[in-house]
């Protein structure tokens, strides 16, 4: 358990958007900052951080919450560890108990794979610093490609015994079960028999943005020609690896700091760049690129380099990974290395300066490198030449952006020999192509979304749910204010009508909130609100130096997630957006009396429309005999929304 003082402690430190930063690349947006979801696919960023609330809200998904809320939906914390991650980043010491067996048995499966990953990575570095072994077999490895005392150390590198079951035997000791060690891959279990998948190689630890291990990648150092050089972890609950880029961890704030990630193949080309002092630097692990792979880049930055060797057959490959970043609309250079070398031994042979300057005047934009392995192949076949042609121009017809696509349609004329006109034409084509496809696609869907439509009612929309929801954004953001209100008092007059005397007098927001409602005896009808509204007048009336950021804290992560969507809402668009649309708002911060008054009001005259209508149901039922009381009670709240209508100057 973690002590209540340390929670307060971290909450009070940590800044949402810091932390939000390190995962997602934060543009400002007025008073926020806005970005790309990290929870779905999206071209135009609805991800909105709120620094002066401490908040987040993803319109793409609907998440939203602090800043424990983000760590626990990303990176799948639990609640304890995201505190623990948090005191981490700003160094607070915090007071906690150790976990029993028991309660380490209770950890559902997830937590548990990352658990024994963790205990893993630790034990296979302990195996590398403290035993005969590992050192001179394991550490003697890492020494000879280079690799620093403090590089070993930073990228947690390790090594397994070269023993059959050394591992798996250390961790059932130690109380980790083995169903657990299977699922990670880190055992291997035939019959009743069982083996350490890494036996014998040196060990890389694969993290996630926020340093958690999710998998392996052992590397072998015999001469065992049947062995693979290389194995990765198995695909887990925790472990994707078309999810997952090696060295992101160590590279993320560089990255957005650099606005530029270099794209490497294998895990020492990423720690031979980091230790020369260029940590803007991730690999794909050995593995073919992915979209999610460079979503997770997205993120982060517009710009990749993709840094390969010489070697003709990774050439080839290499353009189909060029042809999904340019999907994704981002901007790609190539840079190639003299031949034999790769990244890795590259940046081993060269000073920081060197390195730095050569990848400045080697990289070239994609359409150049493109062209020029293609041309190379082709210049004395013209069918060859022009499939290449036509090969550049597809990769072109991925790119979003019209004006890039022309731009790069003007490079490749130049550089093909060819004349523009038919570039365009060619790219016209393909276009069209892909054109009738969607189109087709489209239109599938919109005859199956038509027939939905028409099975399902039209939703109207929910007034009291629009005004309740006001009512608890009200609190929420001026609760603990104190204002002057015109009170409205239902009084006769003279001639026995109903008028509304103005009283002046000043309040608090939520006690004028309360008494209204109490007064009216008006109830929530949604149960979230409800609950809410309680928690939150609870909270205000115990609590004078009622603060938003502490409160979101002390809620379940449900009522959270619907404060951050009520709070957000209004600032999905940045005020130069509104006026853009001809549209200025007020500042809600300078009428706060009357939003309130207005909003309840509101919610007033709703509900005597609501009564209007259950008084004309009733009559309707029982048409032989019209009630008397019924009728002058339907005159009454008419007369009374007449007058509240009169002060909120609408027309009946």
């Known amino acids: 358990m973690i002590s209540p003082s340390s929670i307060d402690q971290v909450f009070e430190t940590a800044r949402v958007e810091e932390v939000i930063g390190d ?23 609805s991800f909105m951080v709120s620094p002066v609330k401490q908040i987040w809200k993803d319109f793409s998904s609907g998440k939203g919450g602090n800043v424990v809320a983000f760590l626990m939906e990303h990176e799948h914390f639990t609640y304890p560890e995201a505190i623990k991650y948090l005191a981490k980043k700003y160094n607070i010491e915090i007071e906690e108990t150790e976990q029993t067996n028991e309660q380490k048995e209770q950890q559902d499966e997830r937590e548990s794979l990352y658990l024994v990953s963790e205990f893993a990575s630790k034990y296979f570095q302990k195996i590398l610093h403290n035993t005969d072994q590992g050192k001179s077999i394991g550490l003697s490895y890492f020494k000879e490609r280079g690799f620093s005392e403090e590089t070993i150390k930073k990228f947690d590198l390790g090594y397994s015994l070269d023993a059959w079951q050394a591992f798996t035997d250390e961790a059932l000791k130690q109380g980790y079960k083995l169903d657990y060690l299977e699922k990670t891959g880190l055992t291997i279990v035939k019959d009743d028999k069982r083996f350490d998948r890494f036996k014998g190689r040196v060990m890389f630890p694969i993290k996630s943005m926020s340093g958690r291990v999710l998998g ?17 972890s198995p695909e887990s609950e925790i472990y994707h690896k078309s999810n997952v880029l090696y060295g992101i961890f160590h590279a993320k704030q560089s990255i957005a700091k650099e606005d530029n990630c270099y794209l490497v193949e294998g895990y020492t080309d990423v720690i031979q760049f980091h230790q020369t002092g260029i940590k803007n630097v991730v690999s794909s692990s050995g593995t073919a690129l992915t979209s999610e792979q460079i979503r997770l880049i997205n993120r982060l930055t517009k710009n990749i380099t993709v840094l390969f060797d010489g070697d003709a057959a990774g050439l080839r490959a290499s353009l189909r990974g060029i042809d999904l970043i340019l999907e994704q609309g981002m901007n790609v250079k190539v840079c190639t290395f003299p031949e034999g070398e790769d990244p890795d031994s590259f940046a081993k042979q060269n000073t920081l300066e060197e390195l730095s300057l050569y990848l400045v005047d080697n990289a070239k934009d994609f359409i150049q490198f493109k062209a020029s392995i293609l041309f190379e192949e082709s210049k004395n076949d ?20 019209r004006i890039k696509k022309e731009i790069y349609i003007q490079e490749c004329s130049k550089i093909m020999d060819i004349r523009e006109e038919v570039l365009f034409s060619t790219l016209a084509q393909i276009n069209k192509k892909e054109f009738q496809e969607t189109s087709k696609q489209y239109k599938t869907e919109q005859r199956a979304f038509e027939v939905i439509k028409h099975q399902q ?54 006690e004028k909130i309360f008494l209204d409602l109490q007064d009216d005896e008006m109830e929530f009808s949604n149960d979230q609100f409800k609950s809410l509204y309680y928690t939150i007048i609870d909270t205000l009336n115990q ?17 959270a997630n619907e404060i951050s969507t009520i709070l957000m809402e209004d600032e999905r668009y940045a005020l130069d957006d509104w006026q853009r649309m001809n549209i200025f708002p007020k500042e809600k911060a300078k009428n706060i009396a009357q939003l309130v008054s207005e909003t309840i009001l509101s919610l007033r005259c709703f509900l005597i429309d609501q009564k209007v209508i259950e008084f004309q149901q009733k009559t309707l039922q029982n048409k032989t005999q019209v009630n008397k009381s019924i009728l002058e009670e339907v005159k009454d709240y008419s007369g009374l929304k007449m007058l509240l209508s009169r002060k909120l100057n609408r027309a009946l």
């Open 23 to 45: 995962f997602v690349n934060l543009k400002k947006a007025g008073s926020n900052f806005k970005g790309l979801s990290p929870f779905s696919d999206e071209r135009s960023p």
């Open 216 to 232: 392996f990648g052992g590397r072998i150092l015999g001469n065992d020609k049947k062995a693979a050089k290389y194995v990765n």
């Open 382 to 401: 013209p069918i060859k030449k022009a499939e290449t042609i036509r090969d550049i121009v597809n990769s072109i017809a991925k790119i979003p952006d």
């Open 457 to 510: 009612p039209i939703k109207k929309v929910d007034v009291q749910y629009v005004l309740e929801r006001k009512i608890i954004e009200v609190l929420l953001l001026y609760g603990n204010k104190t204002e002057t209100f015109e009170d409205l008092i239902l009084k006769e007059n003279d001639k026995g009508q109903l008028v509304l005397e103005p009283v002046i007098n000043q309040a608090k927001v939520f």
């Open 543 to 559: 609590n004078p130096d009622f603060q938003l950021k502490n409160f979101i804290n002390v809620v379940d992560s449900e009522m």
